[in-house]
């Protein structure tokens, strides 16, 4: 079986990458991204321990939608997932000009063209995820506050807990939604690694409290698979 690096090699546009952001080409043109229907959703969602991962879902009717920036389109929000590390460094799947951060939140979309993620993986405009870089700080970040209480919640694999879609709140500020980002053609970073995803990456980390994103809780409690 071929390993990760072994795949990247033979692809063109394999993902996470490092990024060099003063030699990114700046495209005046773009837009800032348009959120539908986050925060401001009145459906609860679902956050799971999978054994891998912190997941979360909205279970709605109407799922929330990002669309604008380099998307031709809208996107229907899928899942939302994180990756983190034992350090405030390398938690991060993107580096940013050579600096790695404390964990990274994906949320995943899928082309509102096609019928669902499962479909749209197999077309090279099927998925657009937007990615944040997490930075560990000494003071806490109370918008984190729900959704860090439902962590600890779920410390078990398949554990899970109902969250309300305000535990998104965090990401309704200018600097976060309006910020400057770093887009590319890229894959999943996960097999079979198909090269489907259009990757935005937002510059400016979110801040939250080193005891919010305390390794002790999230690997050792969270994440029982390390």
Known sequence: MLTAEQISKLRASQSPIAIAVQRCPTWSSLEPLVFKRYWDNE?????????????FTLDSPSRPRISGGPLIGEYIFEQMHFHWSVDDFTGCEHVLDGH????????VHYNSKYESLEAAVAHADGLAVVGYLLEAVDAPNPSFDMFVEGLEQIKKPEHSVVLSAESLAWMNREDVTSGSYVT?????????????????????????????????????????YI
């Open 43 to 55: 459906s609860n969602g679902v956050l799971l321990n999978t054994g891998q991962t912190a997941y």
């Open 100 to 107: 790695g951060y404390a964990a990274e939140c994906h949320l």
């Open 184 to 224: 590319y053609k890229g894959s999943l970073t996960t097999p079979p690694y198909t090269e489907c995803v259009t990757w935005i990456i937002y510059e400016k980390p979110v801040q939250i409290g080193t005891e919010q994103e305390d390794a002790q809780i999230i690997y050792q409690n969270v994440l029982n």
